[in-house]
């Protein structure tokens, strides 16, 4: 098999998928707002990364269908959602799903306090620093141990 035939067939594998995909998304979808109730943090996350993957995945088919080196970066990240992922999926509570947050915001926050020119910076950063300090009210410890680990 020549390396133009494998790639057409693991595209036809991704195309199957990806619709598959989008049926379980309606499906899951469609579930949750019949339930009619807030979504916990856990599952916002949860969500979140999947659709991440799912569009990572979607940017790892096109730059592969056009021979990219760029794929390579793509595999990086859907490896990276899906420890996260599977992270957040062990514990039953929020905890880990605002520890995961919680580090998205302190990104932020670095972001803004190196770049002091950037525009809206000081509202940004404040925005995000309310959100941070609400995320981590009560898991202030878990917080700690999190961040010196990761």
Request: net charge positive; proline share 1%; with cysteine.
């Amino acid at each position: 098999m020549t390396n133009h035939e494998k790639l057409e067939y693991f595209i036809e594998i991704s195309d199957k998928t990806k619709k598959l995909t989008k049926i379980i998304i309606y499906k899951i979808s469609r579930q949750i707002e019949t339930q009619n109730r807030e979504l916990t943090w856990r599952e916002k996350v949860i969500f979140g990364l999947a659709r991440k993957g799912f569009l990572t995945f979607e940017c790892l088919e096109e730059d592969a269908r056009k021979g990219r080196g760029e794929a390579q970066h793509h595999l990086k990240t859907l490896v990276e959602c899906f420890m996260y992922y599977r992270w957040v999926i062990q514990d039953d509570s929020d905890t880990n799903a605002k520890l995961l947050l919680a580090k998205t915001c302190k990104g932020k926050i670095s972001f803004f306090n190196k770049n002091p020119g950037y525009p809206e910076k000081t509202e940004l950063s404040t925005k995000w620093e309310e959100f941070f300090n609400n995320l981590i009210h009560g898991i202030k410890e878990n917080w700690n141990e999190f961040e010196k680990n990761h």
